[in-house]
C-alpha cells in the first residue's frame, strides 16, 4: 500500500494480496484520523460481508470467494472508546454481473483498489445503543 495526503484529503493505492479495512486501519492511525469518510474502487477475490438482523440483533455473514470488481464501497471513520472505529458498506459485482455486499468485514485485492479517505475537523464517537443493538452516533 501506497497513500498520499493533500491537506484533509488522502489518496492510497492498496495492493494485491493487502485486506482493505487492515490497510485503511494502518493510514488512520499513521495519520491520525478521527472524522472522515471513505470511498473506493477496485477489484477484490475474497469478500466477507454481513446484514445486521435486528430480531436477533447478530450479523449474518458471508463469505464470496470469487474474481469481484468493487461497485460501491463508502464509510464512515468515528472513534468509539477513544480508539478508531470504521464503518463500510460495500457492493462487488461478479463476471456474470451478480451483485453481493453488506456491511465490510474484509476484502482482499486481486489487483488493486483505489481509496480516497475524507477527513472532517472535529471528532464524532459512538455509543452502544442497547434497544437497537449497535453501535450509533453520538454527538
Known sequence: M???RFSNNIVARI???EEILAALE????KENVALGSVAAIGAINRLRAGLFL???KVYKTNLFERDMEIVSLYGSITTKDGRPYIHIHISASDENGNVVGGHLNEAVVSLTCE????????????RFDD???LNLLEF
Do not use: A, C, L
Open 54 to 56: 435486528p430480531d436477533t
Open 15 to 17: 495492493d494485491k494480496g
Open 2 to 4: 501506497e497513500y498520499k
Open 26 to 29: 494502518n493510514i488512520i492511525e
Open 115 to 126: 481509496m480516497t479517505v475524507n477527513i472532517f475537523d472535529g471528532r464524532v464517537s459512538r
Open 131 to 133: 434497544g437497537v443493538g
